[in-house]
């Protein structure tokens, strides 16, 4: 990221270092959630519809295929949160994240569970 920020404006600088200890936060916080039976998923994007369910169904299967237990994922906010419930995942943990929230507006990062079977 030093090597990036060098070549990059002050603000976009701050921006990218913000951001990189965001996501820094959050993997610590999940890991620290799992076990060595369990799974992460990193970064599980997509605005296809369908997509992302297809995408959750060929990694749940290699999971299972590698002798996983559970998959663990972080998100936030910003993101569709709330399909994960309704999804078979559980909450594992949630908090309120101080790179992002502001006086007036909690920016929350929660962390998710699931059993592969």
């Known amino acids: 990221v030093k090597e990036q920020c060098a070549t990059m404006?002050?603000?976009?600088?701050?921006?990218?270092?913000r951001l990189n200890d965001y996501m820094d936060e959050a993997?610590?916080?999940?890991?620290?959630e799992m076990t060595d039976e369990d799974a992460k998923l990193s970064l599980f994007?997509?605005?296809?519809?369908?997509?992302?369910?297809?995408?959750?169904?060929?990694i749940t299967q290699e999971f299972k295929e590698k002798g996983f237990k559970r998959a663990?994922?972080?998100?936030?906010?910003?993101?569709?949160?709330?399909?994960?419930?309704?999804?078979?995942?559980?909450l594992a943990s949630e908090y309120r994240d101080r790179h992002?929230?502001?006086p007036?507006?909690?920016y929350?990062?929660?962390?998710?569970?699931?059993?592969?079977?």
């Open 108 to 117: 929350m990062t929660y962390i998710y569970w699931k059993p592969i079977e």
């Open 9 to 17: 404006s002050r603000q976009e600088s701050e921006l990218l270092e």
């Open 104 to 106: 007036d507006a909690d």
């Open 45 to 58: 994007v997509s605005i296809q519809k369908g997509c992302g369910k297809q995408l959750l169904q060929t």
């Open 27 to 32: 993997d610590r916080s999940t890991i620290a």
């Open 72 to 90: 663990f994922l972080w998100t936030d906010t910003s993101c569709d949160h709330d399909y994960y419930p309704t999804h078979g995942f559980s």
């Open 100 to 102: 992002y929230s502001t």
